[in-house]
């Protein structure tokens, strides 16, 4: 049960060993999409350098335009593995389909995007595996809408819930989303399940990414989630809330000097 009613105290997500929640703040980072395995590779290093604990990559894309970009799919996983094997960092990549799933067996935690918040029976099925999954809330979708779906997930059995808070969609259009800050501290008083922010996909614009990192840190949430790329004004997806590798060093600088335990 997602309740923090009948679970008082915070749930520890164990992702490979390193652990979210419960005090334990987690940085997970990479590129929007796949493209390349020097690229993959080559920011999954620097990022590890940076400071990151978790690496993320997409390889299935859930792309506005069906001209856009789909991803490198099946191959795109298994480069994701090859970077997860140099760098030692384990791995977040988002499903978008249910006939995906054998393709996820090595991927160490997986990511619900916010296009599939609700979309019950792929949930339904990552509730029935033993795997951190990592819940995006839907664009225009409420805290109490986005618990329901974690509680999907937990009614098949899998407790291992992640919640990412990734911006809303509001009549603002100067920012790609409207970051929702205050649902940090709010779920956390609903639920025992740890909750991240991708202050990336909520603004839309890489200069505001490291206010918005140390505003979520400030507010409580256990961990970020950043595009990081390594040629931002070429990325073949979200280029231009993408940082620089140097960039990236700066926030988790930033941010670790805020964090309360730090
Ligand atoms: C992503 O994290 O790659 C992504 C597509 O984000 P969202 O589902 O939040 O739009
Ligand atoms: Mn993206």
Redo the contacts with the bound molecule.
């Keep these: 049960n997602v309740n923090r009613k009948f679970h008082p105290q915070d749930t520890i997500v164990d992702v490979a060993g390193v652990k979210i929640g419960g005090g334990n703040f987690q940085i997970i980072a990479g590129p929007?999409s796949v493209e390349s395995r020097d690229q993959v590779c080559q920011i999954a290093k620097d990022v590890k350098a940076a400071g990151a604990n978790l690496y993320r990559g997409?390889a299935f894309?859930?792309r506005t335009s069906p001209y856009a970009f789909q991803g490198m799919r099946s191959e795109g996983i298994n480069l994701l593995l090859e970077a997860k094997k140099e760098s030692g960092l384990p791995i977040v990549t988002?499903v978008m389909d249910l006939s995906h799933l054998p393709l996820f067996e090595d991927v160490d935690v997986i990511?619900v995007?916010?296009?599939n918040m609700q979309n019950f029976e792929l949930l339904k099925e990552l509730g029935h595996l033993n795997k951190p999954i990592l819940l995006?809330r839907g664009l225009s979708s409420t805290l109490q809408e986005l618990l329901m779906s974690a509680e999907y997930i937990m009614a098949g059995g899998n407790e291992n819930v992640i919640l990412c808070e990734?911006g809303i969609r509001t009549f603002e259009t100067a920012t790609r989303n409207t970051l929702d800050l205050a649902a940090v501290p709010l779920l956390k008083t609903m639920t025992h399940l740890p909750i991240v922010v991708?202050p990336s996909?909520a603004t839309g614009i890489a200069h505001l990414v490291k206010p918005m990192a140390m505003a979520a840190a400030a507010a409580g949430a256990d961990g970020l989630?950043i595009e990081v790329h390594n040629d931002p004004p070429h990325a073949l997806c979200d280029g231009a809330q993408s940082l620089t590798p140097e960039a990236f060093t700066d926030v988790v600088k930033a941010v670790n000097a805020i964090l309360p335990h730090a």
């Design positions: 929007c997409g894309k859930p988002e990511q995007g916010a296009r995006k990734r991708d996909h989630m």
